[in-house]
């Protein structure tokens, strides 16, 4: 079946303005996740929906994160006024529920550069 | 101090070596561990879960100590296709029953022939 999917692949911008990135889950997983990877480093947690909701928003880096989900599925990543310290890969992540054994699939990512 | 805390290697270690990789956590109450491998420029995939009892997947074991907050990973018989970035992965409870999963930084092996 389909693994977890993300829009666009790549995305360069200039600095100043605002991105969006998608990420569809896997059909019937109810937790999804996304996190931010800079070159060289480990993943850095964003944000966890559950359903719709989002229990946890702590590692949202500033006000200008934000992140939503619809519908328990597709959910976008909005950056706005980037800078370039932006500059990362950004990959969600679904599991069937946030139960404590649950694999986290990860999809391929998005590679954003702010120029 | 960082919530979870690998030694970032690289380990260059020739086919057949057998390497051991560890990791500090530092939530005494995580309850759930893993390892998960990252290829170059690849998204993270699981290796396997951490049980108490420790537990061996083929060439893979990995071993649990919650008395000293550690995680163990240790690869027999290195082959070529092993060379990655092995990540060490704890829960972290948060309230209303939710968790989530804490990534450390990772540590890089590479296996030449």
């Known amino acids: 079946g389909a693994g977890v999917s993300q829009s666009p692949s790549n995305k360069v911008t200039e600095k100043g303005k605002d991105v969006e990135l998608r990420c569809d889950p896997i059909s019937g997983h109810t937790a999804l996740y996304w996190y931010r990877q800079s070159l060289g480093q480990g993943l850095e947690f964003l944000i966890y929906f559950q359903g719709n909701s989002a229990p946890d928003k702590s590692g949202l880096p500033s006000d200008r994160f934000s992140a939503e989900r619809t519908g328990g599925s597709v959910s976008t990543l909005t950056i706005q006024r980037t800078q370039q310290e932006d500059s990362a890969v950004y990959l969600c992540?679904?599991?069937?529920?946030?139960?404590?054994?649950?694999?986290?699939?990860f999809g391929p990512g998005t590679r954003l550069t702010v120029l | 101090r960082k919530e979870v805390e690998q030694d970032p290697g690289p380990f260059n270690v020739p086919e057949g070596a057998t390497v051991a990789f560890n990791c500090t956590y530092s939530n005494s109450a995580s309850q759930s561990f893993f390892w998960y491998r990252q290829d170059c420029r690849k998204e993270p995939k699981l290796l396997m879960s951490?049980?108490?009892s420790g537990n061996e997947d083929g060439r893979f074991t990995a071993q649990l100590n919650r008395a000293s907050q550690y995680i163990s990973l240790l690869i027999r018989d290195s082959k070529l296709s092993d060379s990655a970035t092995y990540l060490c992965v704890v829960n972290m409870a948060l309230s209303g029953g939710y968790n989530k999963l804490i990534f450390g930084a990772g540590t890089r092996l590479a296996v030449h022939p």
């Open positions: 951490v049980y108490s």
């Open positions: 992540a679904s599991s069937p529920t946030p139960g404590l054994d649950n694999e986290q699939f």
